[in-house]
């Protein structure tokens, strides 16, 4: 009977999220996933992240939100980035698959992406980046859930029918920008997407995608530097605000490198409540990053700390970076300066580079740094 009785209110949760998605989706608000590796994510973080990595790197990311209820929030990404000396530039292209409620809403985004690599002195770099993006977002009538398709023992018996909308896809285009400044130990920057603001409704009451700002620091310290060709061990300190519609959000994260291992752990939320009925705790998310050579793997988990905690049973997230250097990249005078960050909470690591290129010279074609 108790399994029955846990059946049925997994059940109804479940319901009760789908019909709130369908609501949202046609009526309300939209928003935008929040990846707890942010810097395993760099592209979505920011277009300025763009190439930064001497030679081809690819990306994949997956993030399952509250797998206690029936995973209804599942996000995909694949990224590839390369980075052109000659032009001193970064050039990328992101696909991103938003799937909530189990295909009840399906969003995919395929996006390029852009930087520019400048130094302002011998160990200050400024990247600013811009992105385009074609998106689109699918409803499917047949998985709109209201409570007269769901019987006393919380079987799903229909679904869609009394729901009415006036179309079933929406196409859009949108655009970001942003910019980052960093050296051997900082870096900090700003980055906006939604900048045109696309209706993404499925009806004609409108659902704005409203401009999104973000703005993330950090600053790695060094304990012990790199000998003979070994990878240094760091601590790193990491910071992150994000602002969309009212939402705010911060996310601060230390991570310890001891290679080929990285240990994490981040909170996320905020540290006052806006108003004395909103808990804006959010979650506490350990992780773990294992560099082997080109590849970079990580998983992290939301531990929820607000009053979902007992609901939803945090989030998975799983990510894997690899890079293909080319053969020459010890022969070439340009070494990418590597972001603090990105080493390695990025992927990015000193094997096969050797020690770090400092000192940066401004020439007519890009950046040359000896």
Known sequence: MEAIKMKLNSRIATALLLMGLAISGVNIKAQDVSYSQTYEAPLYLSPAFTGLTNGLRVGLNYRNQWPGVGSVFQNYAITVDNFFEQFSSGLGLMWQCDNQGKGLIVGNNVSLLYAYEFSINKSINVRPGISFRLGQRKIDRGKMVTFTDITADGKFVGGGSSVDIERTKNNHIDAGAGVMIYNDDFWGGIAFDHMMQPDVSFTDAKDILKLKLTAYAGY??????????????????????????????????????????????????????????????????????????????????????????????????????????????????????????????????????????????????GVKRN
Request: contains cysteine.
């Open 220 to 365: 790695r310290w060094t304990y012990e530097p790199s000998y003979r060709g070994s990878e240094p061990k760091t601590v790193t300190l990491a910071l992150n605000y994000k602002h969309q519609y009212s939402f705010n959000q911060i996310e601060i994260g230390a991570f310890w490198y001891y290679s080929p291992i990285e240990l994490g752990v981040s909170y996320r939320g905020l540290f006052f409540n806006v108003s004395g009925e909103l808990n804006n705790r959010d979650a506490l998310i350990p992780s773990l990053g294992i560099n082997i050579s080109a590849f970079r793997l990580g998983y992290s988990y939301d531990m929820t700390i607000s009053d979902l905690s007992s609901f939803g049973n945090g989030a998975h997230e799983i990510s894997l970076i690899y890079r293909i250097i080319p053969s020459n990249v010890k022969k070439r005078s340009y070494k990418m300066k590597p972001v603090p960050c990105s080493e390695p909470i990025m992927g990015y690591s000193y094997s096969g580079h050797g020690k770090k290129s400092h000192g940066h010279n401004q020439k007519r074609k």
